[in-house]
């Protein structure tokens, strides 16, 4: 069935640091990928989102691109402030399976000054 | 502006009892869910509904049910709360299923004792 894998955290930076946050799919037919953002006490937010291959979201200094060849939709954002501590999820939507998402289990950042 | 409102935010039950976590959005969207959120496996889908009058259970439905008698409104009952209930449910609409990206309420976070 479809799935998400995304990078077992947490994971701890300096400000000004490169983030990558690995994420890897399975899916059948041709999903609609996402990066939700949950910071302390608050539900999840979308941070950004591609709908067919090779498309690249962005929002706030991060990027992902969908890559079908390599089933993957890695977060990067090339200066991590203090203020980007939080959860990051990764999540697929497929016409195949309904429609459903499904999420990764979430990487833990925390940017240190 | 409210988006997607959920209540109560906590909640402190004993083993047996019942309860309703309530779940409004003021953004006329046809699709809603429930998800309960534990450490280390992400956010599982307990139940969904494609518009009023539709219901249909996810990956995780047994000890909740649910009803969609409006547009707005989309309670989550527990029959009878176990402590395996212990976790953070939220709540999430969207306008239809699928590309659209889902809008969360703040969560309700539930401890079965």
């Known amino acids: 069935g479809d799935s998400v894998t995304q990078m077992e955290g947490p994971v701890t930076l300096s400000e000004e640091a490169f983030l990558t946050i690995n994420c890897t799919y399975t899916?059948?037919?041709?999903?609609?990928l996402f990066w939700y953002v949950q910071y302390p006490g608050e539900g999840l937010q979308l941070l950004l989102k591609?709908?067919?291959?090779?498309d690249k979201g962005s929002n706030k200094g991060f990027e992902a691109t969908y890559r079908k060849e390599t089933t993957s939709f890695h977060l990067e954002k090339g200066s991590v402030q203090v203020s980007d501590s939080a959860v990051y999820f990764c999540?697929?939507?497929?016409?195949?399976?309904?429609?459903?998402?499904?999420f990764g289990t979430g990487t833990s950042l925390t940017v240190i000054p | 502006n409210a988006g997607v409102t959920q209540t109560p935010k906590f909640q402190v039950l004993k083993t047996g009892q019942s309860m309703t976590l309530q779940c409004a959005q003021d953004?006329?969207?046809?699709?809603m869910s429930w998800y309960r959120q534990d450490p280390g496996m992400g956010l599982r889908l307990i139940h969904y509904?494609?518009?009023?009058?539709?219901?249909d259970q996810g990956e995780v439905p047994n000890g909740y049910n649910v009803s969609r008698s409006t547009t707005e409104d989309f309670p989550l009952r527990l029959l009878s709360a176990a402590p395996s209930q212990t976790s953070v449910y939220f709540c999430?609409?969207?306008?239809?299923?699928?590309?659209?990206?889902?809008?969360f309420g703040n969560g309700t976070r539930l401890t079965v004792t």
């Open positions: 591609a709908t067919k291959a090779d």
């Open positions: 953004m006329n969207h046809e699709y």
């Open positions: 899916a059948t037919g041709y999903p609609s």
């Open positions: 999430a609409s969207s306008p239809t299923s699928g590309a659209s990206p889902l809008h």
């Open positions: 999540a697929l939507s497929s016409p195949n399976t309904g429609n459903q998402f499904y």
């Open positions: 509904s494609v518009g009023a009058g539709i219901t």
